[in-house]
């Protein structure tokens, strides 16, 4: 799901204004965005008076600063306002976003397959025929793939579907039996090495 990005923490105040006036050159008439909110009518009106502000500034003081700060704020509030009524009108769809001549927010892009899962430990769950598994958290990982193996070396099965979190609690273990675990990490590569695996008996 695409998502509208306003991108203006780079420009100027007179690049604000010129990038702002584009958009709603761009949703006016739009048939996708049939009751824009705010409405675009009071986007250009306080588009103008910023304008009107950073001219002012010119012959003013730092009241006349402030003034310009304080409507700058005020648009941005407007504009963030926008950007969410684009995302929910749009559906998260980049070419209806697009049409307003938004930004789309760009996903993070990893370098390659994820790394090694480090720091994985178990301990005999609360309840009888469970185990409860923790590791280290991994930035970018979209899963966790668990695997169990009675020796630690042979016969390894997935433990149920990939879970999005550091930490999973198995069931449905003969009690008091002793099972090895290992968990790789998943991104939008593929996915990494398997951890070293651990021991752990279930309670």
């Known amino acids: ?41 009071s986007i250009t009106t306080a588009v103008n008076q910023l304008e009107a502000d950073q001219l002012a500034l010119k012959n003013g003081g730092p009241l006349a600063t402030k003034t310009r700060n304080v409507q700058s704020k005020v648009v941005m509030s407007l504009m963030n306002s926008f950007a969410a009524y684009v995302m929910v009108t749009s559906g998260g769809d980049a070419i209806k976003i697009g049409s307003t001549t938004l930004d789309i927010v760009q996903p993070p892009t990893y370098a390659g397959v994820a790394g090694q899962v480090v720091g994985l430990r178990g301990v005999t769950g609360n309840f009888p025929g469970t185990v409860i598994l923790k590791w280290k958290s991994m930035r970018g990982m979209k899963y966790y793939y668990i695997q169990k193996s009675a020796d630690g070396l042979t016969g390894w099965a997935s433990q149920g579907e990939p879970v999005t979190m550091a930490t999973v609690i198995i069931t449905g273990l003969v009690s008091e ?13 593929g996915l990494g090495p398997n951890s070293d695996p651990v021991r752990v008996v279930a309670k």
């Open 177 to 189: 039996t002793a099972s090895f675990y290992r968990v790789a990490a998943g991104n939008v590569v």
């Open 1 to 41: 799901m695409a998502k509208p990005a306003l991108n203006f923490s780079k420009l100027s105040i007179g690049g604000r204004i010129l990038r702002i006036r584009q958009i709603v050159i761009a949703t006016t008439g739009n048939s996708v965005y049939v009751t824009p909110s705010p409405t675009l009518a």
